[in-house]
């Protein structure tokens, strides 16, 4: 039987086969094969790359109705970057709450859906714990289970946020559109969304409203086959849904409150509309009276003439 080899004899040879020009075996751990080339490009790009680590809450007042409640678990469904949390009573004090359950949370923004009276929806946009935040009204809501439109995209990809060329004429238009990216944009190599866009989020301004569609990119190709770039021209776009209208009506410096930095002078408040249309009925009904009584001034100042033969049958 042949000796063994002492421990220093057999580590001289494994120094003296390094040499000979094969490569290193990288070493192995729990979590896999290490590479020390890796690491190094990691630790000389980590000083330059930026990570978005944006996060949204998203949660409601009390009291909410149930399709406000579709539309806020409709916009949850569609943004894989935000968490959801209890309703919370819509008080004076809901900044501070709000403000408190975002750092809990550890989020960068909140969206906010306050009902009241059961009928007005508003929503708020803040950036926490900072600012700014702004008030929305919002109009014209149809949820997904509403609308059973044919567009349908993956749950978790990222979005393509596109705006109308009228988020740039003025100023309050282009810090609304900032906070919209900040908040409706996906960042990437989040952990809950997918490495691709399949659908756009439009934001289009029109009648100093915000108005919000939710499309999906539909591309003409079979199974696993490629698209050419002479191809990108016959994608579609098929509506997917929610729809809604957002009308602003106050940006703040701080969070859910502090000075106002904008104000809308066009912004009339549900209360006053229905408010008028009450008055308008009961104008109506005002007019109504107002022509009986005339009816009755009128046949008092024209009294008809005494007949000669109404009481001949009398007798």
């Not at 409601?60 to 399709?67: K, L, Y």
């Not at 249309?277 to 009294?303: D, F, I």
Request: hydrophobic share 30%; proline share 5%; with cysteine.
């Amino acid at each position: 039987m042949g000796k063994k080899r002492k421990h220093s004899e057999t580590a001289t040879v494994a120094n003296g086969n390094k040499h000979e020009g094969a490569p290193e075996r990288p070493k192995r751990t729990l979590l896999g094969w290490k590479d020390d080339s890796i690491d190094e490009n990691k630790e000389t790009n980590s000083g330059v790359s930026f990570r978005n680590k944006e996060k949204v809450l998203v949660t409601c007042s009390r009291r909410i109705s149930f399709r406000y409640r579709h539309l806020m678990l409709n916009l949850v469904s569609l943004l894989p970057h935000c968490k959801k949390d209890n309703k919370v009573e819509s008080k004076d004090s809901k900044g501070a709450t709000l403000n408190e359950l975002v750092e809990l949370k550890s989020c960068s923004s909140c969206l906010f859906f306050e009902c009241r009276k059961g009928k007005d929806l508003y929503l708020w946009m803040a950036k926490c714990p900072n600012g700014p935040s702004v008030k929305f009204l919002v109009n014209a809501v149809h949820t997904m289970e509403e609308l059973k439109l044919t567009g349908n995209h993956l749950k978790g990809s990222r979005p393509i946020l596109t705006f109308s060329s009228n988020f740039d004429k003025d100023p309050h238009w282009k810090l609304l559109k900032e906070m919209v990216i900040q908040i409706f944009g996906t960042p990437k190599d989040h952990r809950k969304s997918k490495p691709f866009h399949d659908h756009v989020f439009v934001f289009s301004i029109l009648d100093d409203h915000i108005w919000f569609r939710n499309y999906q990119i539909s591309c003409p190709h079979t199974g696993t086959q490629k698209i050419d770039r002479g191809d990108l021209e016959k994608m579609t776009l098929v509506e997917v849904g929610p729809r809604f209208c957002l009308n602003p009506i106050k940006i703040f410096g701080g969070s859910f409150g502090g000075p106002t930095l904008y104000e809308n002078p066009f912004y009339v408040s549900p209360n006053q509309i229905r408010s008028l249309e009450k008055k308008q009925k009961a104008g109506k009904y005002a007019k109504k009276v107002k022509a009986k009584t005339r009816r009755k001034m009128h046949q008092l100042s024209n009294p008809l003439e005494v007949d000669e033969f109404a009481d001949m049958w009398k007798e």
